[in-house]
C-alpha cells in the first residue's frame, strides 16, 4: 500500500471524538433544561413579584418584538454601547501604541494611569450628567472609560511582551519602527488585544444599561428601570434577557473575528472561551 | 584583500546590578578583519560570547570599548539608541533561533525584508522564488513556520536574508539545533548560494568540523573573556565536497590544530 492509500483508510476523525462532542452536546442541552427548571421553580415559590416566569417573560418577549419596542430599546442600546466600545478600544489600543516609543513619559504616566483604574467609574455619573448634561455624553464617557481600561492595559501588556529578538531581527531587515508597530508587534499582541476585548463587550453593554437607568427615555436600561417602577417584574427580566442575548451576540462576533485574524495560531480550539 | 570589516580592541561586558560586584568581561581585546568576499568561521568553546560579538557587530547590542569599522566607518557602539541594527541593510543577520515572524507564511517571511525596505516588485519576487527554488522549500510557500520542519524553517530564515542581498551576513550557529543530516545539506545549500554572489560571510558555530568545511579562514576564540587564540587558513580547494571532507588530508591536520586550541 502506498502511503496515500493508507492515508485514505485512516478516518479523518475517530467515531470517539464525534461520540464525545454529541455527548458534550447533550449535557448542553440538559443543563439548559435544569436551569429552566430551578428558573421555574424558584418562580413558583417565591411568587411572581419576586421572580418572573419564565414562560411569561417568553409570552412578553414575543409581544415586545411583535410591537417593536423590543427592536426600539435594543438598537438604542447597541447604538450608544457600541459608539462607547469604540472611543474606549481606539483610546485603549492607540495610547499604549503611542507610548511605546516614549519610555520615559511611559516610566512617568504609568502610576497615575494605574491609580486610576482604581476610581469608580459608576460613581462618576451624577459628575458626568453634571458636567456633560442629559444626553448621550455622560452615557459615552462611562462606556468609554470602563472599555478603555482593560483594553488599555492587555494592550499594553501585550506590546510589552512581544520577543525582543524578534523586534531586533526585524530592525535589521530594514523595517522602520512604525513598520514593526504594524508587522510585528500588532499581530503579536493580539491574543493579549483580545481577551481585553472579552472583559470590556459585557462591561459596555452594562454600563450602557446602567447609564439608562439614569438618562434617557429609551433602551434596555429604561426598558428594566421603567418596569421595575412599574412593579413588572416580567419586564425586567425581559430587560435582562435581552441584555444577556446581546452580550452573547457581541461575543460571538468577537470570537469570529479572533479566529479569522489569528488563524496561524498553533492553538488547541477547545481552550476558547 | 582590503578589510570590509574590522573589529579593533572590542570588549564587552554587561551591566552590573546596584550593589553588585562588577559582571565579568564577556570579551577582551578582540581584534580581527574580514575580507570583501570572505567566508570566515569563528570557533570558541560555548558561553564564550560569540553571539554577543555577532550582536555587537550588527548593531543590535553595544560595546564596552574598542570599535567596530565598517567600510572605512567606526560605527558608535556606546549607547543603545545610537545604534543602527543591521546597519541599513548592509549586514545581515540568521541568528540561532530562525526568529521567523510565526504569524507570515514562509513566503511572507521571505518578502518581509523587501517589504520593510519598499523593494517589493516582480523582480524581488521572482528572485525570492528563485531562492526558494534553490533551498528546496517549493510547495511550502503558503505554509506558517509551525507547520514547517526545524531544517525548513533554517532555510527560510538563511534565503530571508539571502533575499535583500546584503554585503556581509553574520550566522550565528544556524544549523546548531538541527540533526546531522540536515545540517549537512543546509552547508551545501549555503555554499552553493555563497557561490552564487560570494557575499561576505561571519559565520559563528562550535562545530570543527563544519568551521574547517565551510571557511576560507577560521579564527579560535579563548574561554572567557574572549580574544584570539588561532588563526587558520583553509587551504582545501573549492568546490568542496561536504560529506568527503573528513578525508580529506589537510583536513585532519587542520581539525587537530584547531582542536588543541579550542578549549
Not at chain 2, 572567557?224 to 587558513?233: F, K, L, T
Request: hydrophobic share 50%; glycine share 8%; aromatic share 8%.
Amino acid at each position: 500500500m502506498t502511503t496515500a492509500e493508507q492515508a485514505a483508510t485512516l478516518p479523518a476523525e475517530p467515531d470517539g471524538i464525534k461520540w464525545r462532542h454529541v455527548m458534550v452536546r447533550v449535557g448542553q442541552i440538559g443543563l439548559g433544561l435544569v436551569f429552566l427548571w430551578l428558573w421555574k421553580w424558584g418562580a413558583n415559590s417565591a411568587g411572581e413579584s419576586y421572580i418572573a416566569d419564565p414562560f411569561k417573560v417568553w409570552d412578553r418577549l414575543i409581544e415586545i418584538a411583535r410591537t417593536g419596542e423590543l427592536a426600539r430599546h435594543t438598537y438604542v442600546t447597541l447604538r450608544i454601547s457600541a459608539i462607547g466600545f469604540a472611543i474606549g478600544c481606539a483610546a485603549g489600543v492607540v495610547l499604549p501604541f503611542a507610548l511605546r516609543r516614549m519610555p520615559r513619559l511611559t516610566d512617568a504616566i504609568e502610576p497615575y494611569i494605574m491609580a486610576s483604574v482604581g476610581v469608580p467609574k459608576y460613581a462618576l455619573i451624577p459628575l458626568f450628567i453634571l458636567w456633560f448634561g442629559i444626553n448621550d455624553a455622560p452615557k459615552l464617557w462611562l462606556i468609554g472609560l470602563l472599555v478603555f481600561y482593560p483594553v488599555f492595559i492587555s494592550v499594553f501588556a501585550g506590546i510589552r511582551s512581544v520577543d525582543g529578538r524578534l523586534l531586533d531581527i526585524a530592525r535589521v531587515l530594514g523595517a522602520s519602527e512604525s513598520r514593526i508597530s504594524v508587522e510585528v508587534i500588532w499581530h503579536a499582541m493580539l491574543p493579549f488585544f483580545f481577551s481585553g476585548l472579552k472583559i470590556s463587550v459585557p462591561r459596555a453593554v452594562s454600563a450602557a444599561i446602567i447609564a439608562e437607568f439614569l438618562v434617557g427615555f429609551e433602551g434596555i436600561g429604561f426598558y428594566i428601570e421603567n418596569a421595575r417602577q412599574q412593579m413588572d417584574v416580567t419586564g425586567a427580566f425581559v430587560g435582562i434577557a435581552v441584555a444577556i442575548a446581546l452580550v452573547l451576540v457581541m461575543n460571538a462576533l468577537l470570537v469570529w473575528i479572533d479566529k479569522r485574524l489569528s488563524a496561524w495560531r498553533p492553538m488547541d480550539r477547545h481552550m476558547e472561551l | 584583500m582590503a578589510a570590509l570589516l574590522e573589529v579593533r580592541n572590542l570588549s564587552k561586558r554587561f551591566a552590573s546590578r546596584a550593589g553588585r560586584e562588577p559582571s565579568p568581561w564577556i570579551i577582551r581585546d578582540l581584534s580581527f578583519s574580514v575580507a570583501d568576499g570572505e567566508f570566515l568561521t569563528i570557533v570558541g568553546p560555548s558561553g564564550g560570547g560569540k553571539t554577543t560579538l555577532l550582536n555587537m557587530i550588527a548593531q543590535i547590542d553595544t560595546a564596552s570599548g574598542g570599535e567596530i569599522v565598517f567600510q572605512s566607518k567606526s560605527a558608535p557602539l556606546g549607547d543603545k539608541t545610537s545604534l543602527k541594527p543591521g546597519l541599513n541593510c548592509q549586514i545581515g543577520y540568521v541568528t540561532q533561533e530562525d526568529n521567523l515572524l510565526p504569524w507570515r507564511t514562509c513566503l511572507e517571511n521571505v518578502l518581509f525584508p523587501l517589504m520593510a525596505q519598499g523593494r517589493l516588485n516582480d523582480e524581488t519576487r521572482a528572485h525570492a522564488q528563485s531562492l526558494i527554488r534553490a533551498v528546496g522549500l517549493e510547495g511550502w510557500e503558503k505554509h506558517y513556520p509551525h507547520e514547517l520542519s526545524g531544517g525548513m524553517r533554517k532555510r527560510t530564515s538563511l534565503i530571508r536574508t539571502l533575499v535583500y542581498d546584503p554585503p556581509v551576513i553574520l550566522m550565528d550557529e544556524p544549523f546548531g539545533a538541527v540533526d546531522a543530516q540536515t545540517r549537512v545539506q543546509l552547508q551545501e545549500d549555503l555554499l552553493r548560494l555563497w557561490n552564487l554572489g560570494r557575499k561576505t560571510i561571519v559565520f559563528v558555530t562550535h562545530d570543527i568540523t563544519e568551521a574547517i568545511a565551510l571557511a576560507d579562514r577560521t579564527l579560535v576564540l579563548t574561554r572567557q573573556p574572549s580574544s584570539v587564540a588561532g588563526e587558520h587558513i583553509i587551504t582545501i580547494p573549492r568546490p568542496r565536497d561536504i560529506r568527503d571532507i573528513l578525508t580529506h588530508p589537510e583536513f585532519v591536520d587542520l581539525y587537530r590544530r584547531i582542536r588543541a586550541q579550542v578549549q
